[in-house]
């Protein structure tokens, strides 16, 4: 409900109760239009769930036209589906699995759990390198073409984009020869191919931390809202460096240093905030990355290191100019690059994140010296 009324706040300011209220309203509307409204079932009672999005979509559709309309729901819809899909991870207690051990729990418990339970699946090729299933009677493709909005059911397929790289770190996920092998484009059935890559990720470099808090409801949703899914790594990486450098405003402070999902929502932090934003970005996009740290002249600053196609990169230093202007956004540079050329004092070093950095700095009086207090 959280995501819902943030993007509704947002997006219609303050008449979004009374979109909401009516938006239940007819959601019943919808569900009584189809079949499963005369069932009694486990799939009827799961189908049911999909109505307030078909209602809102309904909604929205006639004051803002459909395609405005898409992009608000799919800014709800998709963030709260890869946020469910996590947490149906994390029940597995398979942390410490990967490879083919862990793609193997997560394909058993969506047979036993969730939508997967309503399909009929076909497990069409098993290894440690490649394993590929086929989905068939989505039941998101079939309730939402009952009730004349078959593009809603792209929205999971979104879900699915989201999910799997972070999730499935050492697979590279994709539908075959085409994003549009699903249900949702009308094919007969869904395709889900894992390719195991060449040079799975470093588990360190891809973890979850409390600062890198990536699967918080407000990082899915910043990730649905640059709408990223389909693009390239490097685009990714370009998209997240500009997004931060663009709109988290400079400031200097001292004190606990907050979590993404914080610095996200108060929209304002000093060099290493920054970092800590994009790495959480970065590796909920699956893309491993680790953090450098350095004292200069200008006090202690890091940026991000990025395994781009197996290849480290670097990002350039944040710049505080107020405009986010550069001549060269990201400013790659393979190996180990100095980013500060002539104002460094210190090389900290590469840490596997921001939290192993500050742990060491916690109890250092020179740290706190060189920030002062956080301005209001």
Known sequence: MRIIT???????GRPW????L???????????????????????R???????????????????????????????????????????LRSLGIEGKRGIERLRAFYDFMGEGGSGQFVTRELVAESREHVQYE????????????????????????????????????????RGD???????????????????????????????????????PAIQMLYEELDLPYRSDREKISHFYEYVRREI????????RKPASMILRKHRGDDISKTILFM????????????????????????AEVSLRDELVHTARWTDDGDGASADPVGWEKGDGNAWNESLIEDHGVFDSPDDFLKTRSNSAGERQSYIRERN
């Open 46 to 88: 799961y189908v049911s769930r999909l109505a307030p999005i078909a209602g809102l979509y309904r909604i929205l559709s006639e004051r803002v036209g459909r395609g405005e309309a898409f992009r608000i729901v799919s800014r709800m819809a998709v963030p709260i589906g890869v946020c469910e899909q996590w947490d149906n």
């Open 178 to 216: 085409s994003w549009g092998n699903t249900s949702a484009y009308r094919k007969d059935h869904c395709v889900f191919s894992f390719t195991m890559k060449g040079n799975p990720p470093d588990e360190r470099y891809i973890e979850e931390t409390r600062l890198l808090d990536y699967t918080h």
């Open 17 to 20: 109760p009374l979109l909401l």
């Open 280 to 303: 959480a970005l970065l590796r909920a996009s699956g893309i491993p990355c680790r953090a450098r740290f350095a004292t200069t002249s200008e006090g202690i600053q890091s940026w």
């Open 135 to 174: 989905v068939q009677d989505c039941p998101f493709a079939r309730f939402f073409k009952e009730v004349g909005m078959l593009e809603l059911a792209t929205l999971f397929c979104k879900v699915d984009r989201a999910f799997f790289p972070s999730a499935i770190p050492d697979y590279e996920f994709s």
């Open 22 to 44: 009516e938006c239940m309203m007819k959601r019943g509307a919808l569900f009584r239009s189809t079949h499963w409204a005369k069932e009694n079932t486990a799939e009827s």
């Open 6 to 12: 943030a993007v509704l706040r947002k997006e219609i």
């Open 249 to 256: 405003r400079p400031l200097r402070h001292t004190g606990k």
